[in-house]
Structure formats: structure tokens, C-alpha cells
């Protein structure tokens, strides 16, 4: 009885816990949002306007942390490019507090935003690229490596049987009447052999 008072206690707790943190207002997650309303406009007017321009390489959003910096560019990009776009990220979480004298150059950073690039890309897609990609490794590509490597080791395993009856049957510790008459059935382990390599 002791024990169920207190499972039914800790289960008041939570849930005194779970409402007092549920009344708590005037906190806000400073992660990236979507928005859709009014809000945003001026932002997407401007936006639209530098993407308009051909002369326009480069365009630069800043304000401080929490701004809503990315929320104005996920919003942009939700609503006008759809999916067609790949986010790259330059952040430097260095915490020494010193002035960086190793600062990237421009090689590392262009290798930095390539290598962003092709990892979110289908491999596929860019063949031709030297940097290698995080393969997932899903149940059909188990299946077939494993049907692979199973094509080529029976077949050796068949041929080596062949060529070395005594010794490789000699393993399976079989009787020596069934290890004679195998070993004399040469012309059917070679058609075995045959077949299974082609």
C-alpha cells in the first residue's frame, strides 16, 4: 500500500509540475519560425527587389542574436522558392575569447560551403565530386551486398572444392564412404563448379 501512495503522489507532482511550467508565459524559443503574415513583408519586398537585380552578388541580412534573422529567410524561402533551396552555414563557435589569428582564408571557406553543398545533394546527382558522402545504409542496400558477396565467395568456395576435395571436405568431418564418393564424382562437382561460375 505504501508503495502505491507513492507512485500516486509522484504522479500529482508531475502534474502540479507540468501546469505550473504550462502557465508560464512570456517566454519565447528564439529558434527560426515561419511566418506568413504581414509581418514580413517589408522584408520580402526587399528581398524580391535584390533578387530582381542582376548586379546583385551578394546579399547580407545582420541584426543581433535573436533578431529574427533566420525567420525572415526561412519565411522567404518558404513562401517564394518553395523547395528549391539548400541552407549553408559559416557560424564559428570559437570559445577563447582571444582574437582569431588563424582566421579561414578564402579556400577553406569555399571547401566549407562545397562540402555543405554536396553532402545535402543526392549523390547521384554530382557523380563527379572527390568528397565523399555519409551513405545510409538501409535494409535493400544490406540485401544486396549481401546477395553480392554471396555470388562471388560460393562460387570460389565450389571451385576450391573441385580442385581440393579431400582437404576442404575433410573440414565438414564427413564419413569416409560419402567422402570417397564425392571425391570420386569429379566430372559432376567440375559441372557444378561450371555452372555456378557463369
Same mark, same amino acid.
Given at each position: ?11 500529482? @507532482?508531475?502534474?502540479?509540475? %507540468? ?6 508565459? #512570456? ?6 519560425? $515561419?511566418?506568413?503574415?504581414d509581418s514580413v513583408k517589408p522584408y520580402f519586398d526587399a528581398l524580391d527587389f535584390a533578387f530582381t537585380k542582376q548586379d546583385v552578388?551578394? $546579399? *547580407?541580412?545582420? #541584426?543581433?542574436? #535573436?533578431? #529574427?534573422?533566420?525567420?525572415? $529567410? /526561412?519565411?522567404? /524561402?518558404?513562401?517564394? /522558392?518553395?523547395?528549391? =533551396?539548400?541552407?549553408?552555414? &559559416? *557560424? %564559428?563557435?570559437?570559445? @577563447?575569447?582571444?582574437? !582569431?589569428?588563424? &582566421?579561414? !582564408? ?7 560551403i562545397l562540402q555543405q553543398i554536396l553532402y545535402k545533394e543526392n549523390k547521384d546527382k554530382l557523380p563527379d565530386s572527390r568528397i !565523399? ?11 544486396? &551486398? =549481401? =546477395? ?15 580442385? =581440393?576435395?579431400?582437404?576442404?571436405? @575433410?573440414?565438414? @568431418? &564427413? ?7 564425392? $571425391? ?12 555456378? /561460375?557463369?
Amino acid at each position: 500500500m505504501a508503495l502505491l501512495e507513492k507512485i500516486k503522489r509522484h504522479c500529482l @507532482s508531475k502534474k502540479v509540475i %507540468d501546469a505550473h511550467t504550462d502557465q508560464q508565459v #512570456g517566454y519565447d524559443t528564439l529558434t527560426p519560425k $515561419i511566418i506568413t503574415d504581414d509581418s514580413v513583408k517589408p522584408y520580402f519586398d526587399a528581398l524580391d527587389f535584390a533578387f530582381t537585380k542582376q548586379d546583385v552578388k551578394n $546579399i *547580407a541580412i545582420t #541584426g543581433p542574436y #535573436g533578431a #529574427g534573422k533566420s525567420t525572415v $529567410i /526561412l519565411s522567404y /524561402l518558404q513562401s517564394r /522558392l518553395k523547395k528549391d =533551396f539548400i541552407t549553408v552555414s &559559416l *557560424a %564559428d563557435f570559437s570559445l @577563447s575569447g582571444k582574437s !582569431d589569428k588563424n &582566421l579561414l !582564408d578564402n579556400s577553406e571557406i569555399e571547401m566549407s560551403i562545397l562540402q555543405q553543398i554536396l553532402y545535402k545533394e543526392n549523390k547521384d546527382k554530382l557523380p563527379d565530386s572527390r568528397i !565523399d558522402r555519409i551513405q545510409n545504409r538501409n535494409k535493400k542496400h544490406v540485401t544486396s &551486398l =549481401f =546477395f553480392t558477396v554471396l555470388s562471388v565467395v560460393a562460387p570460389l568456395i565450389l571451385l576450391t572444392t573441385v580442385v =581440393f576435395p579431400r582437404k576442404i571436405l @575433410s573440414l565438414f @568431418s &564427413l564419413e569416409n564412404g560419402v567422402l570417397n564418393t564425392i $571425391i570420386n564424382a569429379y566430372p559432376e562437382r567440375l559441372i557444378i563448379s561450371i555452372i555456378s /561460375l557463369s
